[in-house]
């Protein structure tokens, strides 16, 4: 590596070589340059060229992301040809990107109401929430779910399958729940401006809904004498009823609106006065309330002819009695509206009079149905064209028929009268519903509003400003006779416009941003979607026919629970889960992107979602490779690749099969490295889409290595693992998880998590409150105390409780209930070495740390299955050997990381102290040792020697069933001295563990000092998230926290005044499984474990009177238990744990713990029963207290490891110093299986592996 | 009478070589001749296959055109009655029929095609083989190598160009002690065989060029990477590695010289992108092949990480002749700066379509008009396509433009490996631009962005040109996205993809316009664009065209002016094509 200069952006670099520009580029902060194909963590690509850059002597731009920097070298990271290409990159990508951003039904709605959002939140049943999302676009969901044109469903892709999802009465069921405990909106203060609104209208109320959310004072003006304009006069009692609109009009005014009715805006006041009476901002959203006429003679002057707005309008006040025939002449929903209307009033036939065909109709098709189904007549093609009067009243009407002419694309054709073709309707009454206009007599002459030329206010559409300023209008005044949601988006976008208005003086328009549909690339075809089951649309419940026509009862009823049940399923969730977070869209916005030019092919996949947990959608992909990448190069499994050249290149699981028959190990790291949403997870509930999600930072809870994971939080209960957070990335496992990091939390969703504790009497087992059952549970140990002494009670803590936890369970055991008798299951059933280094060291921990196998020339990986245990640590490992770092792995039979191994010693099971034993002996015999060393730090050298002396290369090879070559190789790659050599051993492994494995390894560290030498050691693997900080905290019989044995008085001192309780009479020797089997252990507190999901261990329970068990499931355990204490999970509380390597790492509450409180109070609560010394404000001041206690925490820091070269001072046994030790060679393993006793690893495998097995 | 050959590389075969070739051995047999019956390689003259070379004592004659029924008659007239068949002859003392072809030619790297048996290592020692690695090994340092080479001015016939000297200095001056070899023949490009002929005709010439390289960068392994499609070329390889193992000429200590050396063969799938030298690597190790961003370059880290020197074929069979003949007699030959001969394959509508090797410094025009024999059917010239899809077209206007690599990257076309199509006034640009443009969007490994999308775009708007619904402003936006995939693009494929469509608009830019403004192609060539319609005045009403019409589009009265009805011509041309009395028109 050599020093260089160079220049960029006309800054002066030093660097040095084998760098890339991106990488001097963001070291130095010069620029953010975009990447797409770019993940730091993998060798650099160069494919989406997004990230060139141009230098200068350089014809072409060059990718940034690979492209070596040279001394010298000119470059610029910015420039209009720059932005021009990666713009075009960018145009490009998107037009080879089939796929939607958001629902088509969000984008389609002119309010852009996220129904995509809504319908996942009622499908989780979060009701609240989903008409809090509803109400972010739309203030008015009782009645728009009432009336809505729905052109949601117009635009739901669930069309091309069957029909569309109901998405209004979904809409409206929410509301409807809502309506009975109204959620009431946050508002901000005051902001001491004043906005006339004027119209009480969807689109008014909507306008001043807003602005009263940001703190604005508002006036309604309303001309007639009630708020709701069309809602209210032009929508019919059985559509809409009035009291379900009053009391949505209520709930808005009643948040602070001032209203003044009978009001009209040109005769009371107007626009001057207005701003004069200290108004800052006025919205006229008046309406289109005037009808248009028929332009038929004597229209005016007949009686029996009305219009179909007028007569709608006045209904709530004078209802008339018709009789005889009505004709509606019109085809909008004004004139179904006045058909049913009509019918409702008696009349004896109505008939509808359209002078194009059904196909032209403007009004719903579903009203038409209805009205169709009442019984309204419908004559097509028809025209009146004469009034026929008897007197002045109306007696028929003269028509003519109409035939169709010249349908331009995309225009209705032209209807044309047929010449002869009259012929009489005989009526009684003639309704005219062919349209209506805005009254604009408003408008003051003085200050007037410029009007289009067909009489409505122009407006800017973006912003809704009139050519007034300060003066913004909207609705039907704008657009003429048109939809409700349309008003809607209208107020919505003035009270945007109003606030920018009144606090920066500029209105602004806002940009909206960039979106992909598959349907403005390609038609989308039936094809794509056949895999997809046709299930019908749940009709909506109506008011059966013959209880319709003499009131205005509402007719439709809405949907049952179980109906919005069904239908919710029915969303297809056509928008992307990945909206928030996709690299590419992000750009597009950056970019301003336009693909108009470049619309043509593109590919089309059927999404594959065969895989349990990974989605894997190709229309999404844009060949970054970061996926195949990221799968051969860090977890070295391939299984996904490119296929096909040209346009038609993808990416695809190998030999295009399905994923789960690749060599895919489902760890879905893919899933992270995607920058689009080609690659996402499979999720457990329905995709959110553009649901906003808060990322926490936390770690996970699996294994030992302690993984920092990111989970994404949707609404407190739901969430999800994604990693690709900066933050995450730059923590120890690099942002990668293994399948349980990922998806195995899961389990922490699962509806069983229990909420109340349940107390078991002799007759019955009940829910109860906390008090009880922990004033319960004390009364009960006590009772056993007095009777059986403080030794009958056992207590077990969990590998996967936080230190905290931990800590205080051991002290409950010790200070409350004066027992020594305090363990672990997982401990005591699966893994009985917990000393094992104790001779030798003085304490059983990791010697060095997982960030030091960076360091190593060779590691010793044995008795430990990686893949399946401690993924991480193997991507560690993997990392490793790309330095040239060499890999020996001890394994009596072949596993994933065998054929990574330099040398594979295939040992007989069992026998690994022996091969240990005879490295040992080789290095004495060749004189490789540390003499130094050996002499000044240790004892039992000699003996060592004589023990080890035996050990002949042919014995070992015999006893062990190696080849002697091999065994030549291992002792030729192991015996330089000057090698970093780190050992890697699972202490909870069962298959291959013989007794004096640690201990042989422990000499041979010893032998050449690989304690204290950075990229030596050891590091003991753990199953489970806090088997270390379990020892830690002293839950075992053995150790008081900080590994204080039983010989250590002034330690045993220094506690016992610290938590004023004399330990010396408490803290002695157990045999725990003696006193189990002899039934002599009475009353047993069971923290986080399920020994009785193994039948066998109900020999251990033999004379229990009372179990406690606190966990977060009704586990086999809690069955059989007396009280069960429902426990909170880890990422619900706060607390500390402590990782293989002895990193300390903190947890912060992320959700709410289902059970109400963390667990640490839980255990203080009971503790306080038996011994003060538990009152406690937070997991923090407990963590403070181990500080104090634990000796090896004392100094600790978090993130950090707890006494770094712990041995560098002194070693912890009696002498202080490391003994080599003496150990007898047993070749029985332990039993071949471990015992799964913990609900979640039982949840894993079971609920989550389980769906892997093909 | 001493032998007889029969030219049976790919192009002989192809014309029907092997029956000529089992009818001589038949009639020989029969006859009791005693002759030398032999294969050998491409003489050039593909257009005059199958070729048969007589050698008696006297004189060889090369009879052209020969078919089965004549090999009869050349045995019966020729060999026992020992009178030459002269109609059928086009080449021996006396005659010379095809003399053109190779008067303006000049024989390097085709010395022996066509003269010996590409099976026989010996016919290729007795002409000099294998002499040239011998001279190394014995009187030349590395070092001297590879000045000889630098001196000779040999640039790389793959097409990029690059000093073949110089790049065998970096590769000797890498870092390490395994180095790689690696000769690309891989020809890809449309219409060229000249690497396919090389191989067929003198596997051996490449072996020693491959043996003079390793040499000098003291690589002890090598590859030929040779497309699958190429049964003939690997079979005469295989064999030819097979008889230099025999003899130790490859292995360990190869002429006894201390200097080991292996030669592998890696047959490729024919992914068009496995001629970049990066993605043929990533091929060779058993990746998909995709090219990688260089720097590194092979030279520093190539086959697996190694140093490595890659060439094509005609670069390696240069070597044994600049060795044996100096590095003067080489650079005497060609242009300041383009030294020595390139071979060119010849198609397209040439009379003499074939192999010719030429001096550098020759004329388009002659190539075209004095070896090719000028347009067929007196059509007229319009333009050379040249390198392939990477390539260019250069207009009949600059027929005057010496092969020279610097001349040529001028017009905007490039040299390449040697294609040179000829095209007349019927090719319609526009349409020759898509069909590269189209064999480069198939061929593109779909890396890069722009490559991969960028080219289908392009190709999608010259396809609605060419279909007649081309737009205002379609050939400036061809023309922005042809300049953004050349810039940024990670290799030669994508960088060179919009060549054929910017030459094409920047010399005939009117043709583009024509067809998106006037809805019209100017050659008759676009079948959408196209109207045929009958002049009334030369139709005699013979009711042939509404015979052969399959859709039923012409109608008329016998004798009379027949008509075609346009809405219902599906401009499939039958019509034109059988009238006898030119009555139909094609606009």
Partial sequence: MEQIKLT????????????????????????????????????????????????????????????????????????????????????????????????????????????????????????????????????????????????????????????????????????????????????????????????????????????????????????????????????????????????????????GINVKTNIEMGKDFNINSLFNNGFDAIYIAVGAHKASNMRLKNEDDTKGVLWGIDFLRELPTKTPNLKGTVIV???????????????????????????????????????????????????????PKTIIRNGNRLSAIECLKMELKDAKPGERPRPVPIENSEFILECSYLIGAIGQQVDTSFNDPENECQLEAWGTIKVDNNTMKTSINGVFAGGDTVTGPYTAISAIAHGKIAAQSIDKYLSTGKIEKQQKPFLSFKHKLSEVSEHELEHIEKIARNKMPELPLEKRTDNFDEVELGYSDGQSASEVLRCMECGCSEYYDCTLRKYADDFNINISDYIGETRQYKVDNRHPFIVLDSNKCINCGRCVRTCSEILEVSALGFINRGFKAVIKPAMERPLLETNCISCGNCIDTCPTGAISENFPFKVLGTL????????????????????????????????STDEIINSHNMGYSCIKGRFGHRYLMDPDRLEKPIIKTSDKIRKSEWHEAITFTAKHLKTIINKYGPDSIAVFGSPKYSNEELYLIQKLARTGLKTNNISSFSNLLCCPEQDCLDDSLGITVSTTTMDNIDKADIIVVINSDLSDENLIMELKIKAAKKKNTKLILINSSEIKLTKFADLWIDTRRGTNTVLLTGIARELIAKRKTDKHFIQNKTTGFNTLCEMVSTFSPARVCSLTGIDIQKYEQLIELLNNPDDNIVFIYNLDSRKEKAKGDLRAIANLLLLNNRINRDGNGLILLRDFANSIGLSDMGVSPQYLPGYIKFHENNEINRISSFWETDLKKIFKPVNFMEKMLSGRIKGMLIFGEDPLINTDNFKYFKGVEFLLVHDMFYSHTAREANVVLPAAAYIEQEGTYTSCDRRIQKVKQILKPKCGKPNWEIIANLAGHFNKGFEYESAEEIFKEIKQINRFYKNCSINGFWAENIFQKEFFTKNKKANFSIYDIDMTTLSPEKQEILFSENYFKTKIKNKLMI | ??????????????????????????????????????????????????????????????????????????????????????????????????????????????????????????????????????????????????????????????????STGLKWKFASQAAGNKKYIICNADEGDPGAFMDRSTIEGDPHSIIEGMMIAGYAIQADEAYIYVRAEYPLAIERLLIAIKQCEDRGFLGK??????????????????????????????????????????????????????????????????????????????????????????????????????????????????????????????????????????????????????????????????????????????????????????????ESCGKCTFCRIGTKRMLEILERITAGAGKEGDIQLLEELAYKIKNSSLCGLGQTAPNPVLTTIKYFRDEYEAHIKEKRCPAHSCVSLLTYTIIEDKCIGCTLCAQKCPVNAISGKTKEPHKIKQDACIKCGLCYDSCKFDAIEKI
């Fill in chain 2, 253 to 442: 200590n190869i002429f006894n010289s201390n200097m080991d050396f292996k030669i592998r063969i890696k047959e490729g799938a024919g992914a068009f992108v496995c001629g970049e030298e990066t993605a043929l690597i990533s091929s060779i190790e058993g990746k998909r092949g995709v090219p990688r961003i260089r720097p590194p370059f092979p030279a520093n880290k190539g086959l697996w990480g190694k140093p490595t020197n890659i060439n094509n074929v005609e670069t390696y069979a240069n070597i044994p002749w600049i060795i044996m003949n100096g590095p003067q007699a080489f650079s005497s030959m060609g242009t300041e700066k383009s030294k020595g001969t390139k071979v060119f394959a010849l198609a397209g509508k040439i009379v003499r379509s074939g192999l010719a090797e030429v001096p550098m410094g020759i004329t388009i025009n002659e190539i075209i008009y004095d070896i090719g024999g000028g347009i067929v059917d007196g059509k007229k010239f319009k333009a050379v396509q040249m390198g392939g899809p990477s390539g260019g077209c250069i207009p009949a206007s600059m027929g005057d433009l010496k092969i020279d690599y610097d001349e040529i990257t001028k017009t905007g076309a490039i040299m390449g490996s040697g294609g040179l199509i000829v095209l007349d006034e019927t090719t319609c640009m526009v349409d020759l631009a898509k069909f590269f443009l189209n064999f480069t969007q198939n």
């Fill in chain 1, 692 to 723: 906003r999600k808060e990322n926490h930072r936390s770690i996970c809870n699996f294994c030992s290595i302690g993984c920092n994971i990111n989970y994404k939080v949707i609404d407190n209960n739901i969430f999800y693992v994604s990693n």
């Fill in chain 1, 329 to 383: 002449v019109g085809g909008g929903n004004t004139a179904i509206d006045a058909a049913r209307t009509a019918l409702r009033c008696g009349a004896d036939t109505v008939k509808i009079v359209y002078r194009r065909s059904i196909k032209e109709m403007p009004a719903h098709p579903f009203e038409i149905e209805a009205a169709r189904e009442e019984g309204v007549e419908f004559l097509f093609l028809t025209l």
């Fill in chain 1, 8 to 255: 960029i952006n006309g800054k002066e670099i030093l660097t040095t070589s084998e760098k890339t520009i991106l990488e001097v580029v963001n070291e130095h902060k010069i620029d953010e340059i975009p990447t797409l194909c770019y993940d730091e963590r993998i060798e650099p690509y160069g494919s989406c060229f997004l990230c060139v850059v141009e230098i200068e002597g350089m014809n072409k731009l060059v990718p940034s992301c690979c492209t070596p920097v040279t001394n010298g070298m000119v470059i610029h990271t910015d420039n209009e040809r720059i932005r021009s290409s990666r713009k075009t990159a960018l145009e490009l990508l998107f037009s080879n990107h089939y796929a939607d951003c958001i629902g088509p039904c969000i984008d389609n709605c002119p309010s852009n109401v996220d129904a995509q959002g809504y319908i996942a939140l009622i499908s989780l049943g979060k009701y609240k929430e989903a008409l809090e999302l509803i109400k972010k676009q739309n203030p008015l969901p009782l009645s728009i779910g009432r009336v809505c044109v729905r052109d949601c469903e117009l635009a739901c892709r669930r069309d091309i399958v069957d029909e569309p999802v109901a998405i209004n009465n979904l809409k409206r069921y929410v509301a409807d729940i809502d309506a009975k405990h109204k959620w009431i909106p946050e508002i901000k203060p005051n902001k001491n401006k004043n906005v006339a609104v004027i119209g009480g209208g969807p689109s008014g109320l909507t306008c001043a809904y807003y602005l009263t959310l940001e703190g604005y004072s508002v006036t309604i003006f309303e001309k007639l004498p009630e708020l709701g304009g069309m809602l209210k006069y032009g929508i019919p009692e059985y559509r809409l009823p009035k009291k379900v609109l009053n009391d949505e009009i209520k709930w808005i005014i009643d948040l």
């Fill in chain 2, 1 to 162: 009478m001493k032998e007889i050959k029969v030219g049976l590389a790919t192009c002989g075969i192809a014309a029907g070589g092997m029956l000529i070739y089992d009818e001589l051995k038949k009639e020989i047999k029969n006859n009791n001749i005693e002759v030398e019956l032999k294969k050998t390689g491409c003489m050039g003259m593909c257009y005059r296959e199958v070729l048969v070379e007589v050698k008696d004592d006297s004189d060889s004659y090369l009879y052209a055109n020969v078919t089965p029924d004549k090999v009869k008659q050349i045995v019966y007239e020729h060999i026992i009655n020992k009178k030459p068949v002269k109609e059928w002859i086009i080449k021996s003392k006396d005659i010379n029929k095809e003399d053109a072809f190779y008067k303006k030619q000049k024989q390097i790297v085709l010395r022996n095609c066509g003269i010996i048996d590409p099976s026989s290592i010996d016919d290729y020692i007795s002409n000099n083989g294998y002499k040239a690695i011998q001279k190394c090994l014995n009187e030349y340092s590395k070092m001297e190598v590879i000045d000889i080479i630098i001196k000779s001015g040999l640039r790389g016939r793959g097409g990029g160009g690059f």
